[in-house]
């Protein structure tokens, strides 16, 4: 067996966020195993620096690289926009962001190329997307839109609540009859898939995180790098405990009723 397909897939976000992404490779690459972490005490990045993201981001990396995977996945819009090819230069495993699987499949999707983009302010800004998009199909026409209270009311686990859906109608409805498509730019935004969706009925949804599943696994069988174990570990690290950590994470991937985080303290020596 090669030692490569023995080894687990690092995962890291700012938050819970991230975890859908796990539950796709759960789906799509059952044999797997991964080490993820969430970065919550520094929750959210889409308010902060580029460069105060880049350096989160290079602690994250260093921690997971410690587990000797073979692929790191940055499962963070924000990150993936501001230090993905940073990281890609830094380590010498390949390191997946979420924006180009899913700049792909919308353009695959949308049938008048006009595509919408919702994500944090930060991601939104570096319009990340709409190069890439355009880099693919330049004729097409990219809507960023940022919305900022999204991230925060998912943590405390407001997915059904009124204030939900009021921010998401003031966010969402500007759109209408502008875009055929539209990139759900933040991993935490499929768990408010429903209510993006009652909001823009006619509008295909993108999912980032499937994207980068199906990304992964394409990397994974031209290397020759899958796993076949039966038995794959999962490990979950956070960098803060809170309330609604765990409460969250099982009602991600309901298939793991015990899941639990372990807390961790990353390094925080500045990046070069």
């Excluded at 935004?189 to 909001?199: A, G, W």
């Excluded at 690290?237 to 807390?263: G, K, Q, S, V």
Aim: hydrophobic share 45%; charged share 20%; glycine share 6%.
């Amino acid at each position: 067996m090669d030692t490569q397909q023995k080894k687990p897939i690092g995962i890291f976000d700012s938050g819970v966020g991230g975890l859908t992404v796990v539950r796709a490779m759960m789906e799509l690459l059952p044999s797997e195993s991964f080490v993820y972490l969430g970065d919550t005490a520094n929750l959210p990045y889409g308010e902060k620096s580029a460069e105060m993201v880049r350096q989160y981001a290079f602690h994250n990396a260093r921690f997971l690289q410690e587990f000797d995977i073979k692929v790191m996945v940055v499962a963070c819009n924000t990150a993936s926009s501001v230090a993905l090819t940073d990281l890609q230069q830094a380590f010498d495993f390949p390191v997946i962001g979420v924006i180009e699987p899913a700049a792909k499949e919308a353009i695959k999707v949308s049938s008048s190329k006009k595509i919408g983009v919702i994500g944090t302010k930060r991601t939104i800004r570096t319009q990340m997307y709409t190069h890439k998009i355009h880099e693919i199909e330049p004729q097409a026409t990219v809507v960023g839109k940022a919305c900022p209270l999204f991230v925060p009311l998912i943590e405390e686990g407001f997915l059904h609540h009124e204030a939900m859906t009021l921010i998401a109608r003031e966010y969402l409805v500007p759109l209408r009859g502008k875009i055929d498509t539209l990139i759900l730019g933040c991993t935490h935004y499929p768990l408010i898939r429903d209510t993006i969706q009652s909001l823009l009925p006619e509008v295909h949804l993108v999912d980032s995180a499937y994207s980068t599943a199906r990304e992964l696994r394409q990397l994974l069988l031209e290397r020759g790098w899958l796993s076949p174990s039966l038995t794959p570990s999962r490990l979950f690290y956070a960098t803060d405990i809170t309330e609604h950590l765990n409460t969250l994470a099982r009602m991600i991937l309901p298939e793991m009723p015990f899941l639990t985080f372990e807390e961790v303290r990353l390094a925080s020596t500045p990046v070069v």
